[in-house]
């Protein structure tokens, strides 16, 4: 079975601040992993995902991830916070049969200006 | 491209009045489709889903129920909503084989 655990349920950087969101995952298939954004009162937008090839994935608005198998991780970072990064992060991996991904809980970024 | 949409946005509906949730997508044919529901502090709840018209699969039993009558149009409904149905709704619909899914706007439910 899969499962993904994130780390803080809620993170708070200042702006220019390196952003580290922390995903851990368990999967018994080889594991396609994403990371989601959802802002206030919107639906979840993919950030960036990884399925294989190269471990270090980069997305939309200056996010990457880097997939680590030996730690089972995925974290997510961007080197400097931006006051529109604040909102709530998803990670996921992809499940078995019919469940498409199975989600952490999330992490709601704040950002302090 | 591919979009999907959920109307309404928003729904403020009374203990025990019906409810109905659409949720169109548009640019690809027979997709999996799916109804989540976040409810406040908590994370994503996977609902029902759907792998073609007038097939729907239930996660949870409850008080909701949801329907396929076409390809791409995706209904989550009630017959008597609780107070318990209060949430965000999403609809979502799956990418072949890597499995990420794509989501509508959502709608916020209250129910009073």
């Known amino acids: 079975a899969q499962s993904v655990t994130q780390l803080g349920s809620h993170v708070s950087v200042s702006e220019g601040a390196l952003v580290l969101l922390r995903c851990n995952y368990s999967?018994?298939?080889?594991?396609?992993l994403f990371w989601y954004v959802q802002y206030p009162n919107q639906g979840l937008q993919l950030l960036l995902k990884y399925t294989t090839g190269a471990t270090l994935v980069k997305g939309i608005n200056g996010f990457e991830a880097e997939f680590k198998k030996s730690e089972t991780s995925f974290h997510l970072t961007k080197p400097s916070a931006h006051m529109s990064d604040a909102a709530e992060y998803f990670c996921a991996v992809r499940a078995s049969g019919n469940t498409p991904l199975v989600f952490g809980k999330g992490t709601r970024l704040s950002v302090i200006a | 491209s591919q979009t999907i949409h959920q109307w309404p946005a928003t729904l403020v509906q009374p203990v025990g009045s019906p409810l109905s949730l659409e949720c169109t997508v548009e640019g690809t044919s027979n997709p999996n489709l799916y109804w989540y529901r976040q409810a406040a502090g908590r994370g994503l709840q996977l609902l029902f889903y759907s792998v073609g018209i007038g097939q729907i699969s239930s996660e949870v039993p409850q008080n909701l129920s949801a329907s396929r009558p076409q390809d791409r149009q995706f209904i989550l409904s009630s017959k008597k909503l609780l107070l318990s149905d209060s949430g965000f709704y999403l609809c979502?619909?799956?990418?072949?084989?890597?499995?990420?899914?794509?989501f509508g706007e959502g709608s916020r439910l209250t129910v009073l």
């Open positions: 999967s018994s298939v080889p594991p396609y």
């Open positions: 979502a619909w799956r990418r072949g084989t890597t499995g990420e899914l794509f």
